[in-house]
């Protein structure tokens, strides 16, 4: 086994079952968890945990890293010497990606409403059920094309619907937040990258040419679902202390039916889970 394999052995190996949720009443061959388990419990296939623990697997990306840290409860310690094994840089010069353990409790108790998590460059790390549920599963997606702004500025994600005001004004704050962040990481080829991608959008263009720099701190949005129809949302964003995340909460917008058709797409998603 390469190094990254074995470290996921050994904490697979010494993952309690109980701790995750996995209640078994018949005798188990294995103390911690089986790799089947570790894959559910990651969003990934069971064929790629046995990859990555052989040394047979391509570099996992950052999302897959943060899931399987999720799944074996690794601290932030933990998560930090997993990105470093597989060779995502953890430098006070590059974009955080690591979510603290401290900001997964906080997330685990927000599952009522569409939640996700995002670096400060917009690139999507996490998101939970309702999320996919409501915008469609982030998965099927490349790596790169998860990121919120090339989203926004490609047009890429059919189901979000804004008026010309919401839509510029949005673009307008993303754009001032990037804006910060490149002062922040000059030294980052991520963001450097990034830029590079979004300088094909003349909208981003002229954006990028004005001075305006600030948090991006909320957003109203309409989702417009296959099944229950337009949910009106209100995106808050919560800044996180020294990681540079944010946390983006959907929540219903006062006045329409949005709650109860979230409180359907949850049933749902329960249903299949389940």
Known sequence: MNRLGAALRAWRDRTDPATVGLVHHSPRRVAGLRRGELATLAGISVEYVAQLEQGRAAT?????????????????????????????????????????VSVR????QLGANPLSVYDATWQLLHWNPLFT????DPARSGYEDRNAMIVQFEGRNPRVRQNAAERAWFEQSLVADL????????????????????????????LWTQPTVAAHESAHKIAVHPEVGEIALDANILPTQDSDLRVVVLTARPGTDARSKLNRLATAEARKAG
Request: some cysteine.
């Open 60 to 100: 996992p990306s950052a999302q897959v890293c943060m899931a399987l840290a999720r799944a074996l409860q690794l601290s932030d310690h933990e998560q930090a010497h997993l990105l470093r094994l597989a060779g995502h840089v953890v430098s006070p010069d590059r974009v955080p990606r690591l979510i603290p």
């Open 105 to 108: 409790r906080v997330v685990d």
């Open 133 to 136: 549920a409501t915008w469609g």
């Open 179 to 206: 804006r910060t962040t490149a002062s922040r990481y000059p030294n980052d080829p991520d963001v450097a990258a990034l830029i590079e991608r979004l300088s094909r959008s003349a909208r981003f263009r002229e």
